[in-house]
């Protein structure tokens, strides 16, 4: 029997909703690590699962279902020969794009949730246990010991005990936050080194021509600009539209929500996208590179260029997919 692995959704659980729980057959697959682009929520049928597909173009049905309303990593995008997009969440497992919504990465799984609060009870019931053991102890060897040298013995080796045990809960606590300060350090060095590669590639491309349709690197549209300058200097696998393509990464900035004001250069980052029309159908795509500047396919006259964000032609949608 072939064995598939899935993506789970948080390292602290050893199947998670994107193991067992959330197929809808009696198959069970294996969980594996990998790093997510995105998480998405199945919005299917409530009770109903969405079919599991061995590829996004011609695949065939696995056998197993995603259940409406489970939580799913996306390792990867892809659009089929129809136009429409789809999402990998496993090692050769695919799900169509349309029948999901986009949920945060910090979204916390309702498996892991319940595995941290099965362990932080056990936790606490074992800490009551021993503080009501230690206690009796103490009170038995308090009635039993009658000399005053034996007592005061006893009292300072307690406190000593404890003040070991709270050296010990303190050298803890910063050795566990030096870990995540270090994590998070790493994480923000590998971002700002993709961030500063397209950077680098999308103004190598300022001045080649705009071809509608065209996919590089001789010559592009807006969208296919941005799918290869992705692909070539983060690795990151873009879908080829800007109507696929706004559907990806995390929605920072958007027109109708920000009562029309126009988004500022300081709440952008290096390598963000961004769009112009509705979120539904974008009619553009630019890359953001910094000092309120963008780089982008504008039209068949002017090519490829660089252009400095202005009032009068402000983007009404950004993007973060670093």
């Known amino acids: 029997m072939t064995k598939h692995k899935l993506f ?6 050893a199947l998670t909703v994107t193991g067992v729980s959330a197929i809808t057959s009696l198959k069970t697959v294996r969980a594996a690590n990998f790093t997510a682009i995105k998480r998405v929520k199945i919005n299917y049928l409530p009770g109903k699962g969405l079919n599991i597909w061995t590829n996004y173009n011609k695949g065939k ?7 409406d309303g489970t939580i799913w990593n996306v390792a990867e995008t892809a659009v089929d020969k129809k136009g429409n997009l789809w999402y990998k969440v496993g090692t050769r497992e695919w799900i169509e794009a349309r029948y999901t ?3 945060g990465m910090d979204t916390p799984a309702s498996t892991n949730a319940k595995i941290k609060d099965k362990v932080t009870n056990v936790s606490t019931k074992k800490k009551t246990s021993k503080k009501t053991t230690t206690k009796v102890n103490n009170v038995i060897s308090l009635g039993t010991v009658t000399k005053k040298s034996t007592k005061k013995s006893t009292k300072t080796k307690s406190k000593a005990a404890k003040v070991k045990k709270a050296k010990q809960i303190v050298d803890a606590a910063v050795k566990k936050t030096s870990k995540k300060l270090t994590t998070k350090k790493v994480a923000s060095t590998q971002a700002s080194s993709k961030a500063g590669a397209i950077v680098a590639l999308a103004k190598q491309q300022v001045g080649k021509p705009y071809a509608w349709g065209a996919n590089g690197p001789d010559s592009f549209d807006c969208s296919s600009l941005v799918q290869y300058v992705f692909k070539n200097a983060a690795g990151m696998n873009l879908p080829r539209t800007t109507y696929d393509q706004v559907k990806v990464g995390q929605t920072v900035y958007q027109k109708s929500q920000a009562n029309g004001q126009p988004v500022s250069a300081s ?16 009619y553009h795509v630019a890359i953001y590179i910094g000092n309120n500047q963008y780089v982008n396919a504008a039209t068949p006259e ?14 009404t949608i950004v993007k973060r997919v670093l």
């Open 8 to 13: 789970k959704l948080g390292a602290a659980a």
């Open 61 to 67: 049905f696995m056998g197993y279902r995603a259940k």
């Open 101 to 103: 919504v986009d949920v």
């Open 267 to 282: 709440n952008l980052q290096v390598g963000d996208l961004l769009f112009w029309g509705s979120e539904s159908a974008p």
């Open 302 to 315: 002017q090519g490829t260029i660089l252009q400095t964000m202005t009032s009068y032609f402000a983007p």
